[in-house]
C-alpha cells in the first residue's frame, strides 16, 4: 500500500524538473498498481488464515492492540528524547496527511476494513467453534457388539 506514495516521494526527491518526476511516477504507478491488488488479495487469504485458527485468535485481537497503541500514543513520554521522536512523528503525519489526503484516507479506510474483517471472521469461527487436530491420532473406542445391551 505504501509502495505507490513511495514513487510519488522518490520522483521528487530524485528528479528537479516537474514533468520528469510526473513521467517517473506515472510509470511508476503503471508498474505496481497491478501489484497492489495483489498485496491486498494476498493480505486477505492471509487474513482469513489467521482469523480460522481458534485459539491463537484472542491473543491478536486487532481491536484491543488498536486500543493500546492509541493509549500509548495519547500518554506523553518522560523522556525529552522520545517526547522529540513523538512530536516529530505526529508533524510528519500530519504532513503527509496534508500532502496525500486521498492516499492517507485509502491507507485508513484498508487498515479498518482489514480490522473489521478480521473481527468478523473470529465471531464466526467462534460460533462455529475450534476444530481440534489432537484427537485425529487417536484410535477410537471400541464399540459393543450391535446385538449385546
Known amino acids: ?17 516537474a514533468a520528469t518526476a510526473g513521467f517517473f511516477h506515472g ?22 488464515l489467521v482469523a480460522l485458527r481458534g485459539a491463537m485468535l484472542e491473543a491478536a485481537d486487532p481491536v484491543q492492540r488498536a ?4 493509549s500509548r500514543m495519547a500518554r506523553t513520554p518522560a523522556q525529552r528524547w522520545r517526547r522529540f ?22 491507507i485508513v479506510a484498508v487498515v479498518l476494513g482489514l480490522a473489521l474483517a478480521y473481527t468478523g ?19 477410537a473406542s471400541p464399540r459393543a457388539p450391535s446385538g449385546s445391551r
Request: aromatic share 8%; with cysteine; net charge positive.
Open 1 to 17: 500500500m505504501a509502495v505507490t506514495p513511495a514513487g510519488r516521494i522518490v520522483a521528487a526527491v530524485v528528479f528537479d524538473d
Open 27 to 48: 510509470v511508476w504507478r503503471a508498474f505496481y498498481t497491478n501489484m497492489r491488488l495483489v498485496g491486498v488479495g494476498i493480505a486477505c487469504l492471509g487474513l482469513l
Open 67 to 70: 486500543r493500546e497503541f492509541l
Open 85 to 106: 521522536v513523538r512530536a516529530a512523528a505526529f508533524l510528519a503525519a500530519g504532513a503527509l496527511t496534508i500532502l496525500w489526503p486521498g492516499t492517507t484516507a485509502a
Open 121 to 139: 471472521l473470529r465471531e464466526l469461527s467462534i460460533l462455529i467453534g475450534t476444530v481440534s487436530v489432537a484427537g485425529a491420532g487417536r484410535r
